[in-house]
């Protein structure tokens, strides 16, 4: 048995190779589930790293960067909360599934075999491909996974714009492997088929000649962030485009990809980019006559209605013109600039607290939690410059100070702490104040 203790680093090497799946077998084998590393987190630089590289080679290239900021700012926002849940409990999708290994097994494939470890990349890749195709034709699926499809650019920021309940469904497309697939070398590649779906999300890499009919590539993935009528509802695959090939789901890189939804959000305000669509159903729902179409509102697909196929008509989907203005945000460079060192000062207390949670308790753990999700929501709303966000942002300021006396908050370099009181306390009668202006000067909002 492999020391679990000896498990938890991971090269430089490692780091990127585990980013392209191209790990090997004896290098990421483990007898228990304890022993399998946390590599989504301990992909955080990579993460980073690639973002630089594309924004330098977009700048190169192009004279620009590869997406606006309060965008991208967003999308890793998204990411953020979706990964919330995790300080809290064991996902589900591991849950789930060391519960069927335990009690409904069939026969216990070897999990130190070769013939095990790419096995089960055939079948988590096979099975993320039916969720991912259920999650864009069943509307209550869609619900949560609209959440990843909702920006309108396209680069590596938007493959962390994640739901924080998708997998609250997907576990069930990988239930069956349970019946035979040890859990250790389940959540080694749940993690890998992820991660490789990261490099994909960018415009700054095109065609890669002979692996386009085997592997999904940025090509194939972007046609399936595309808004345009004939990317709907296209390349669904995670790892291997085979898949679309043989279920008739692939479609090939054509004329521009308009991304985004086809009825764009326009709000950078984290809330809304989660759960706007959960509101449209249960509009929907009350409003559409009769029991069975009321079913048939959650069950079958976004564009569906009374009287129209499952998935809706194709003509429906409003059309592009590759000449779309994606929405951007109208708050001034100074604002934006406040609402990025806010941000990653959020991002610094996130990693913290996620290195430090075994020590931590469930109260400090909850509280930080919502501390965060308060940040993310208060930057949203200034760049989405609502009436309310001055309010907002006087209110998280008080927050940070309180929580910091209580202990629950401290500076991760804790020399500064006081400067970061001081900062804090700057910010809160700044906005303070202006909150105490547009009351005075305009009442009603």
């Known amino acids: 048995?492999?020391?679990?203790?000896?498990?938890?680093?991971?090269?430089?090497?490692?780091?990127?190779?585990?980013?392209?799946?191209?790990?090997?077998?004896?290098?990421?084998?483990?007898?228990?589930?304890?022993?399998?590393?946390?590599?989504?987190?301990?992909?955080?630089?990579?993460?980073?790293?690639?973002?630089?590289?594309?924004?330098?080679?977009?700048?190169?290239?192009k004279g620009k960067p590869s997406g606006?900021?309060?965008?991208?700012?967003?999308?890793?926002?998204?990411?953020?909360?979706?990964r919330l849940p995790s300080w809290f409990s064991r996902s589900i999708e591991l849950t789930s599934y060391i519960y069927i290994w335990e009690n409904y097994r069939l026969i216990s494939l070897p999990w130190d075999s070769p013939w095990t470890w790419y096995l089960t990349f055939l079948g988590v890749d096979f099975g993320y491909y039916w969720f991912h195709r259920m999650a864009h034709e069943v509307n209550f699926m869609w619900a949560a996974h609209q959440t990843h499809h909702?920006?309108?650019?396209?680069?590596?920021?938007?493959?962390?714009?994640?739901?924080?309940?998708?997998?609250?469904?997907?576990?069930?497309?990988?239930?069956?492997?349970?019946?035979?697939?040890?859990?250790?070398?389940?959540?080694?590649?749940?993690?890998?088929?992820?991660?490789?779906?990261?490099?994909?999300?960018?415009?700054?890499?095109?065609?890669?000649?002979?692996?386009?009919?085997?592997?999904?590539?940025?090509?194939?993935?972007?046609?399936?962030?595309?808004?345009?009528r004939y990317c709907i509802d296209k390349n669904f695959a995670g790892t291997l485009i085979i898949w679309d090939r043989i279920f008739g789901t692939f479609e090939a890189e054509k004329e521009k990809v308009v991304y985004g939804l086809t009825h764009p959000i326009n709000s950078f305000e984290p809330f809304k980019v989660q759960f706007h669509h959960l509101l449209t159903i249960w509009t929907t729902f009350w409003a559409t006559p009769g029991i069975f179409n009321k079913f048939s509102v959650i069950f079958k697909g976004p564009g569906w209605g009374p009287g129209k196929p499952r998935l809706g008509l194709i003509e429906e989907i409003p059309e592009v013109k590759g000449e779309e203005v994606p929405f951007s945000s109208a708050a001034s460079r100074l604002l934006k600039t406040y609402a990025?060192?806010?941000?990653?000062?959020?991002?610094?207390?996130?990693?913290?607290?996620y290195t430090d949670k075994a020590v931590l308790s469930q109260v400090t753990l909850l509280l930080r939690a919502c501390f965060i999700i308060l940040t993310l929501t208060s930057i949203g709303f200034l760049l989405d410059q609502k009436p309310k966000a001055a309010v907002l942002e006087t209110f998280r300021c008080l927050v940070f100070l309180m929580l910091c006396r209580l202990g629950h908050l401290k500076s991760f370099i804790p020399s500064l702490s006081f400067a970061f009181e001081v900062f804090f306390s700057i910010c809160f009668a700044f906005w303070g104040v202006r909150s105490m202006k547009q009351l005075v000067s305009d009442p009603g909002k």
Request: proline content about 6%.
């Open 1 to 61: 048995m492999k020391n679990p203790e000896a498990q938890q680093d991971v090269s430089v090497s490692q780091g990127i190779r585990m980013m392209f799946y191209v790990m090997k077998p004896n290098e990421t084998s483990f007898e228990t589930l304890e022993e399998v590393p946390d590599y989504v987190q301990k992909a955080t630089p990579y993460f980073i790293s690639l973002m630089l590289l594309e924004l330098v080679v977009s700048w190169i290239r």
């Open 68 to 82: 606006p900021l309060d965008d991208a700012l967003t999308s890793i926002s998204a990411g953020v909360v979706s």
């Open 150 to 228: 909702s920006s309108e650019d396209y680069n590596l920021s938007t493959a962390l714009r994640q739901s924080v309940f998708q997998l609250y469904t997907s576990w069930i497309f990988y239930s069956p492997l349970a019946l035979f697939i040890p859990p250790s070398v389940y959540a080694v590649h749940l993690q890998f088929n992820l991660l490789y779906q990261f490099w994909i999300h960018t415009k700054v890499i095109d065609n890669l000649g002979p692996l386009e009919l085997i592997l999904n590539t940025p090509s194939h993935h972007r046609v399936h962030h595309g808004r345009n």
């Open 340 to 353: 990025v060192v806010q941000f990653a000062l959020i991002l610094t207390f996130y990693e913290e607290t």
